[in-house]
């Protein structure tokens, strides 16, 4: 029986009758692992290595990360998951695992800035050659590729700047140079947009984000397809990369209401888009599901819905202007992380972390992270910031 995806959220990785009948998945912390014979010892030990999701050592995972691993592999129609520290720290690994030196990496120019980071540093040291793409290179991707090309990182929509990628185009180029395709999903999440379906051989998430959902978790999401799956293990392992059961188990309960979260968070989010794309102060507004984005129509083709992060170029302002806006924020609250039940909002400077394609702001940007509040208290909130702006650029 196929089950949609609310029901999979309210149900995967978890086995109550396993645990005398409690409905969670109960946290348990391990160092070591006890075997009551050397024949069982030996039995888990080879279920461990041949991809099972058994307990054979602490750093290994216990039954409750193995619980949210199941969980968010059925969600993403993965054939393996793993769960690291952070949302770098899945796209570090799987660039470790894949990439060697020799090899030849593409990375778009829109990445999140420690992506880049750590591209242009410790990739690099390893004698990685690392190259930057314009996001909306689509298919002519293929003109950048070499014959030492392994690995294709697409970032959609780009965290700023919210340019969309074609990533079936991308896919079908860097498959024929014989390169793989990692893309980082945390926008989206599985539930607005399938990344096996569309190329990808390699899925990360910010588990922080959306998928924790509470402002109290750090933690990443490697999902992968089943020929990657012992590679990614082994670097996971050797880096001794492994989260405690306490964040898995923060991170299964953000599961459970993902797909009702989501839905309000998309719904406040274009509501807000929308009636800040009429307002005197604001340029553009950076949201693909807008009519008026350069990408709406990959977004429309591609993607089944839109989380509730974008951005706001502002007409051109001071910086007192804006601090007296940002500062006096009584509901949006200035920080940089997303994905939460509560809003924030974020000045970006997204020209500074282009390398290879320009990108030009009339004025301030602004990145908004539409949380769970009711829509009429954030559309208040920054209107009495977008009038604040406006009297402070007036003032002599």
Not at 21 to 41: C, D, H, I, K
Not at 105 to 127: K, N
Not at 332 to 354: K, N, T
């Amino acid at each position: 029986m196929v089950r949609k995806t609310d029901t999979i959220l309210a149900h995967a990785g978890r086995h109550p009758f396993a645990h005398h009948g409690v409905v969670n998945p109960p946290v348990l912390r391990a160092s070591t692992v006890l075997y009551p014979t050397m024949a069982a010892m030996a039995e888990n030990l080879a279920a461990y290595d041949a991809g099972g999701k058994r307990t054979v050592y602490g750093r290994r995972g216990t039954p409750t990360i193995h619980a949210f691993e199941e969980a968010f592999a059925a969600i993403d129609e993965a054939q393996a998951c793993f769960a690291v520290p952070s949302g770098i720290a899945a796209f570090a690994y799987v660039l470790t695992a894949l990439a060697g030196a020799g090899d030849h990496v593409l990375i778009s120019d829109a990445a999140y800035l420690p992506v880049r980071r750590f591209a242009d540093t410790w990739l690099r040291r390893a004698g990685v050659d690392v190259a930057y793409y314009d996001p909306r290179a689509g298919g002519h991707i293929a003109g950048l590729m070499r014959p030492t090309t392994r690995l294709v990182y697409v970032e959609s929509p780009a965290s700023h700047t919210f340019e969309m990628q074609d990533i079936p185009a991308i896919a079908a180029a860097a498959h024929a140079g014989g390169a793989r395709v990692v893309m980082d999903n945390s926008w989206a999440t599985p539930l607005f947009y399938r990344p096996f379906d569309h190329g990808v051989d390699v899925a990360v998430y910010s588990a922080s984000k959306y998928i924790g959902g509470h402002a109290d978790l750090c933690m990443g999401v490697i999902a992968a397809r089943h020929e990657l799956a012992a590679t990614l293990r082994q670097c996971i392992t050797d880096h001794g990369a492994n989260v405690g059961p306490d964040d898995c188990w923060l991170a299964l309960r953000g599961l459970r209401t993902l797909g009702v979260r989501l839905r309000r968070h998309q719904a406040s989010g274009l509501r807000l888009a929308r009636w800040l794309a009429g307002q005197p102060a604001v340029a553009r507004v950076l949201h693909p599901g807008l009519p008026g984005h350069d990408d709406h129509g990959l977004w429309q083709r591609d993607w089944l819905g839109a989380s509730g992060l974008f951005s706001v170029v502002l007409k051109p302002a001071t910086d007192v202007a804006l601090a007296a806006m940002v500062d006096g924020m009584t509901v949006f609250a200035l920080g940089s992380s997303w994905g939460s039940y509560e809003s924030q909002i974020l000045p970006v400077h997204p020209a500074r972390d282009r390398s290879v394609t320009s990108w030009v702001a009339e004025g301030p940007v602004l990145r908004l992270a539409v949380g769970l509040e009711d829509p009429d208290d954030l559309q208040a909130d920054l209107a009495a910031g977008l009038a604040r702006l406006s009297a402070a650029g007036d003032a002599p």
